[in-house]
């Protein structure tokens, strides 16, 4: 979708003098790389064409040297080598209406799909964008046969249930990864009412990214537990790295990007890249929104209509608010409803002040995500009164009230956020060390692609770290006694060399945001999911129930790729 | 509302702030209040800080900005301390995407203001870098605070005396000074010219 990028901030005289000096003076032994990078890639080889430099946004044409830096990893797009028109074309998703018991086969594979005009290879499950949507009643168990058709390892991970330990999908903790040929049988039950998602965690800076990921949406048996809709609608958010030869290729031993994080600049709405949605004058909209992008934080906007914030990852807040928009980051899952008094065609954005590392400044970022078209008819049924009102949710508050008694109580563990980048090249580091000044709570843009994408799994590697033992990531390994309390502090560290904001996973498990920075939360859901800014502190409270061996980690991919992860046991 | 009679001096500040010797830059002490307290975790060790020779020891604090007095205040000084504003989500923004903040300035030292001229108050101000428009954050108090809520990126923040504290617009001398942390971002481009062909370390 369309993206706009207006004008940055103008610098004052003075550093427009100098601005124009520096441009000069580097840009003369930058020239001939700048040249080749711009006239080439049409006619080199496939080998060049998979090393060329990433696409930047507007005004962030990094001369600085960089031009022959290339990361420390081979170029790989899915299905390297493969005709695409010997694959099956990709289609949008069906909805899976399941029954306890049922049981449901889901294929990763390779599928073809058109963006932008270009016929690229991606992956999708039963060859839907986005997978299969599953719905299911609250405590449904349904049986899921996975085959791995990838020319990549991998699993399905359950992203929010409290499932049993071994149908976790984690390589390595809770199963061996299912090779490219072969099946696993995962038993999947849903727990609680609520929104989550299913992905693979293999290599999810690809394999996510790449079309891998579906909801499930849990209904509760209650009559009445949700407002009444004209119409629900999940929004999946994903984005993609894309220029004109298609697909930006990822890094094959490790991930590339490794420092920030892939931002894409082709922004897919449930695999779409043109989201529309059509409902009547009055109608009120149920949005399921997940973000399953590897590291963009949105700000959502739905222009043209009122929200309603209901609830978050697994189930409804204690009281529902309005809010202008909805801060969202990757793994996160919000539920909104939203009324639409008048006919018109309105987008829904993500707006942001973005930076610009290089130069050091702000400049407002607005996205279009898809629009939603309201036509003159009016609604069907109107639900403007229950709509305008703000209900509280009682049954979870009363859930909530048990643990009410561990809200005061000491932290029981603390967790550190931080990393170590060592043996990047001279130049970037170089340029790293000038932007060491200035860290926003959340990088809403990748403000210094180039340096990003030269950084990989080889050089950074982001750390959870235990400051009570010292231990780092997955020498952590926490435990707890099954059906304890746990009181666990996050704090990300803001004095590292290239600090960032985390989306930390607790898996299996279930948890309350007890405070930000000092301030205790009002209003609480149940979550698995947290955004941790720069700076900031999270104290969360778990409710350690689940037995097993679980992950807990950065959901930024390339976080996670690059070590950001730990684990923890529930046990006698 | 237009800043007009303090432009001049905002703006050499801004420029100021540009500078790679900016004193914030230098500046040591507590990292954020954010983690400061019950829920504040220890300071890291500087081995861990990459890289160790410029940069990371030298960042300014990311949630507190030093107020630096004008020739006016002597020796007085201040802070401004901001804390992320209370959100359900994980950060608070506005719908344009500005950062929340919670802001408690912090004022030390002043004279009484009827000292300086036909001044009964002092109130603290909020202007974005561009200075396209100037936001009251409070009248200083007794207890030499004043609070309030800010939603911009890139921003000053200053006092200045005031013939009332109900005043809704600036009009007095600026006594107290400063650039928020995002402000000493540096443009990559001009910095290594600015400092003498050097990065800033």
């Not at chain 1, 942001?352 to 629009?371: C, M, R, S």
């Not at chain 1, 170089?430 to 799994?457: C, H, Q």
């Not at chain 1, 950074?460 to 435990?479: F, K, S, V, Y």
């Not at chain 2, 905002?10 to 230098?26: Q, S």
């Amino acid at each position: 979708m369309l993206t706009s990028h207006p004008t940055a901030e103008v610098p004052s005289a003075g550093s427009a003098l100098a601005l124009a000096l520096a441009a000069v003076l580097l840009a003369l032994p930058a020239a001939s790389g700048t040249l080749r990078a711009q006239d080439g890639t049409a006619s080199r080889d496939t080998a060049e064409v998979l090393r060329r430099p990433p696409p930047m946004q507007h005004g962030m044409n990094m001369r600085l040297g960089l031009e022959s830096e290339r990361p420390s990893v081979t170029p790989w797009l899915p299905g390297e080598g493969v005709d695409p028109s010997t694959l099956p074309e990709a289609k949008p998703n069906e909805v899976l209406r399941l029954a306890d018991g049922d049981t449901l086969d889901l294929t990763a594979g390779l599928v073809r799909r058109a963006l932008r005009g270009k016929t690229v290879v991606m992956y999708a499950f039963n060859r839907q964008y986005p997978g299969p949507l599953i719905r299911v009643k609250r405590d449904a168990t349904i049986v899921v046969r996975f085959h791995n058709r990838l020319d990549l390892a991998s699993t399905v991970h359950w992203h929010g249930l409290r499932i049993d330990n071994p149908y976790d999908g984690v390589p390595n903790v809770t199963q061996d990864p299912v090779p490219p040929g072969g099946d696993f049988v995962y038993h999947v039950h849903f727990p609680d009412a609520g929104v989550y998602w299913y992905h693979p965690h293999v290599r999810g800076d690809i394999e996510i990214n790449a079309g891998l990921y579906g909801n499930e949406i849990v209904d509760s048996p209650i009559y009445g537990f949700n407002n009444p809709v004209n119409r629900e609608a999940p929004l999946i958010l994903n984005d993609v790295l894309f220029d004109r030869h298609g697909l930006f290729p990822y890094g094959k031993e490790t991930a590339d990007f490794a420092i920030m994080g892939r931002f894409g600049n082709l922004f897919l709405v449930n695999g779409e890249p043109d989201y529309r949605l059509e409902v009547h004058r009055g109608d009120v909209v149920r949005f399921y929104l997940t973000d399953v992008s590897p590291t963009r934080t949105y700000n959502v906007v739905f222009e043209g209509g009122k929200t309603k914030l209901v609830g978050a990852d697994i189930g409804p807040f204690e009281r529902e608010e309005w809010v202008e928009s909805i801060p969202i980051a990757v793994a996160q899952r919000y539920v909104a409803e939203v009324r639409y008094d008048s006919a018109g065609t309105y987008p829904i954005v993500n707006r942001v002040q973005a930076i610009n590392h290089v130069k050091g400044t702000f400049f407002p970022e607005v996205d279009t995500l898809g629009t939603v078209h309201v036509t003159g008819q009016p609604t069907d049924e109107d639900h403007a009164d229950t709509f305008g009102t703000l209900h509280s949710r009682d049954s979870v508050t009363a859930d909530i009230e048990s643990y009410r008694k561990y809200f005061d109580e000491p932290v029981d563990k603390r967790l550190e956020l931080t990393v170590n980048i060592q043996g990047l090249p001279g130049r970037v580091q170089t340029l790293m060390a000038s932007d060491t000044m200035y860290y926003p709570p959340v990088e809403w843009n990748d403000g210094m692609p180039k340096m990003n994408w030269i950084s990989t799994g080889h050089e950074a590697r982001w750390i959870l770290r235990d400051p009570d033992t010292g231990r780092e990531n997955m020498d952590i390994g926490w435990h707890f006694e099954t059906g304890s309390v746990v009181k666990i502090r996050i704090h990300n560290d803001p004095t590292s060399m290239h600090p960032m904001n985390h989306p930390i996973h607790f898996h299996g498990q279930r948890f309350l945001v007890l405070s930000r920075d000092g301030v205790p939360s009002d209003n609480l859901a149940w979550k698995d999911t947290v955004l941790v800014p720069v700076g900031s502190t999270v104290v969360i409270l778990m409710d350690a129930s689940n037995p097993g061996t679980w992950l807990a980690h950065c959901h930024i991919a390339e976080h996670l790729e690059t070590g950001m992860k730990m684990t923890f046991t529930v046990g006698p | 509302m237009r800043l007009r009679s303090a432009v001049p001096a905002l703006v050499l500040l801004a420029l100021l702030g540009l500078a790679p010797a900016a004193a914030p830059a230098t500046r040591s002490g507590p990292s954020d209040p954010t983690s400061a307290g019950a829920e504040h975790a220890p300071a890291l060790p500087h081995s861990r800080l990459a890289p160790a020779a410029c940069g990371a020891t030298a960042r300014p604090p990311l949630y507190r900005i030093d107020l630096k007095p004008t020739s006016r205040a002597g020796g007085a000084g201040g802070s401004a301390l901001l804390r992320p504003a209370s959100t359900l989500f994980g950060v608070s923004v506005t719908a344009d995407g500005h950062h929340r903040f919670s802001v408690q300035v912090q004022v030390r030292g002043l004279p009484d203001p009827s000292s300086l001229g036909s001044y009964s108050a002092y109130v603290a101000w909020a202007a974005p870098a561009d200075l396209g428009s100037v936001r009251k954050i409070g009248a200083v108090g007794t207890d030499g605070t004043a609070s309030g809520e800010l939603a911009y990126e890139k921003f000053l923040v200053f006092v200045t005396a005031e013939p009332s504290a109900d005043v809704t617009e600036k009009s007095g001398p600026i006594l107290l000074q400063g650039l928020s942390p995002s402000g000493q971002m540096k443009n990559m481009l001009t910095e290594p010219l600015l400092n003498g062909g050097m990065p800033p370390c």
